[in-house]
């Protein structure tokens, strides 16, 4: 990883092909050409390590779109998520588990035009990683190629040995324990996770494995608040929450959910920041009624002949009807 230039180790001591030691005080990244703008402001893995040994809050929303991503990004959230509930909020599926990897990679090319500095992350999708090791790396570099700086999986232990291929191959890994979606049918519906102690303990296990295989950071999703603050403090990477309370490193919520653009009931641990669909649908309802009663287009909402055009026009209709008569 390119250190910060504001970082102590971007400015160490190195020994030069003569065997001297000489003082390097410039980060590499002020001497290397970059060209997609300031690296030095850009969200990394790294970044958010530092952010939790700071205790500083980690941000993190979904984006489909260039549109919603853009937003996002200029919002100033840490991480952007393609998640794979676009099937639900963006393609009318049920659940997660019809979405396809061309469908995720469309929209990761889609997000990364519109996200400059955010860390970007994208769901690998049902089926994409529960096949051969091989077909999983060729799958997920498929998503580093479309703009992805990591890959998000589901489970714990069980994925242990793929994360680490993964890591092997250069490919940065998001983990997702506790409520696992693409498990919806295992666990019969969405239900929070990690009730027993038995079930506590297993959740522990798959952070730590996580951890132990290098994954960069860690999504817990529908836990116990008791249990999510357990693996906060016992993990050193990030843990990323999304219903399990307020002692993750980090919080997500899907971008349709806090706009009120959704269709179902929300979840408990959804705050809705704005109800735009409200929005959206008055407006719609407005522009219906004016098309209607012919308000719009109005004449300043047109374009008009140059005088000169016009007058031609007029001539041209003018002799046409003496020519009838």
Not at 21 to 33: F, H, K, P, Y
Not at 134 to 159: D, Y
Not at 282 to 288: M, N, S, Y
Request: net charge negative.
């Amino acid at each position: 990883m390119i250190q910060s230039a504001k970082n102590p180790l971007s400015q160490r001591r190195v020994t030069g092909l003569t065997g001297g030691i000489r003082e390097c005080g410039t980060a590499l990244e002020d001497i290397v050409s970059i060209t997609t703008g300031d690296f030095r402001s850009k969200i990394t893995s790294t970044t958010l390590w530092e952010k939790k040994q700071k205790h500083e809050p980690i941000t993190c929303l979904t984006a489909y779109d260039y549109a919603s991503a853009r937003l996002v990004d200029e919002a100033g959230i840490d991480i952007v998520l393609v998640g794979d509930s676009l099937g639900m909020v963006m393609l009318g599926y049920e659940n997660t588990l019809p979405v396809t990897v061309e469908e995720m990679l469309h929209h990761t090319r889609a997000v990364r035009r519109g996200v400059k500095r955010a860390f970007l992350v994208t769901d690998m999708p049902f089926a994409s990683y529960h096949v051969s090791g091989k077909e999983t790396v060729r799958n997920a570099a498929r998503f580093i190629k479309a703009g992805a700086e990591a890959v998000k999986i589901e489970g714990g232990e069980k994925r242990a040995q793929l994360v680490e291929r993964l890591v092997d191959a250069e490919i940065p890994v998001v983990g997702h324990i506790g409520l696992t979606p693409q498990s919806v049918h295992a666990m019969g519906g969405y239900k929070v996770q990690g009730k027993s102690l038995n079930a506590i303990e297993q959740l522990m296990h798959d952070a730590l494995a996580l951890e132990r295989c290098g994954a960069c950071s860690v999504v817990l999703e529908g836990i116990p608040r008791e249990v999510a603050e357990l693996i906060t403090h016992e993990i050193d990477i990030p843990t990323i929450g999304i219903g399990a309370g307020p002692d993750c490193d980090g919080q997500v919520l899907v971008f349709h959910d806090i706009l009120g653009l959704t269709f179902a009931p929300p979840a408990k641990f959804v705050r809705r920041y704005a109800d735009l669909g409200a929005v959206i649908t008055t407006a719609l309802q407005e522009f219906k009624t004016d098309v209607k009663t012919g308000s719009y287009p109005a004449d300043a909402e047109s374009y008009h002949l140059p005088k000169e055009t016009l007058a031609t026009l007029h001539d041209i209709a003018e002799r046409k009807r003496a020519m009838s008569l």
